[in-house]
């Protein structure tokens, strides 16, 4: 069972670059979720989704852009990739808001 | 706006000892409280939920709304709950994903 499967797990951006992080659920989940983790820091919210067709930003929106297609795939893009964005960015889905979310393995960013 | 406070960023006790991983938070209506959990190399999971009142791994909490905390407490700590242990919160209204704590290492040692 797959579950929340993110990639790349790691990944060295120049400064201005762009990217996409990859994320996909398995579970029919219709809540999707990136969130960021810098050093010492809990999680923030960059970015949700209730549903297909539906996104909603979070606390740290800034800088990134998502998109929700299907259920199944929640992207996360990066249009010009800045220092401040060096993090750990996590990928989660859920079936209902409030409950059990189950969470990606991670991606590791640094941007340089 | 809501708010998630993990006063200790690293906690360390001894096989056997009590272990009580605090957890606060301000919000002004009914929220869910959770701990999440990440053990070396492997991606962060629930351990618990207030609603569920259970016991998982031996652990508990208990959500003291006069308080406003949701402290996670063990009363023998095991080698294997060494980890990092997140507090989160869900809100009851609007945004539910959750609000995250900055996490706790519990570092249990022999």
């Known amino acids: 069972n797959a579950g929340v499967t993110q990639t790349p797990k790691f990944r060295i951006l120049k400064i201005g670059q762009s990217m996409t992080l990859q994320c996909a659920q398995d579970m029919n989940h219709n809540y999707m979720y990136w969130y960021r983790q810098d050093p010492g820091m809990g999680l923030k919210l960059i970015y949700y989704?209730?549903?297909?067709?539906?996104?909603d930003k979070g606390e740290v929106p800034n800088g990134y852009n998502v998109s929700r297609s299907t259920t199944e795939d929640f992207p996360l893009r990066l249009e010009l990739a800045a220092p401040s964005q060096t993090s750990v960015y996590f990928c989660?889905?859920?079936?209902?808001?409030?409950?059990?979310?189950?969470f990606g393995e991670g991606s590791w960013l640094t941007v340089v | 706006a809501q708010r998630v406070t993990q006063p200790e960023k690293l906690l360390s006790v001894f096989k056997g000892a009590p272990v009580e991983l605090k957890c606060n938070y301000s919000?002004?209506?009914?929220?869910?409280l959770f701990w999440y959990v990440q053990y070396s190399r492997q991606r962060l999971q629930l351990l618990l939920r207030?609603?569920s009142r259970e016991s998982i791994k031996g652990f508990t909490a208990d959500l003291n709304k006069g308080e406003t905390s949701f402290h996670l407490k063990k009363p023998f700590a095991q080698e294997e709950d060494s980890a990092m242990y997140y507090c989160?919160?869900?809100?009851?209204?609007?945004?539910?994903?959750?609000?995250f704590g900055s996490g706790t290492r519990l570092q249990v040692q022999p």
């Open positions: 919000y002004s209506g009914s929220p869910e």
């Open positions: 207030h609603i």
């Open positions: 989660a889905s859920g079936q209902t808001s409030g409950n059990t979310i189950y």
């Open positions: 989160a919160l869900s809100m009851d209204t609007g945004r539910r994903a959750l609000t």
């Open positions: 989704s209730v549903g297909a067709g539906i996104t």
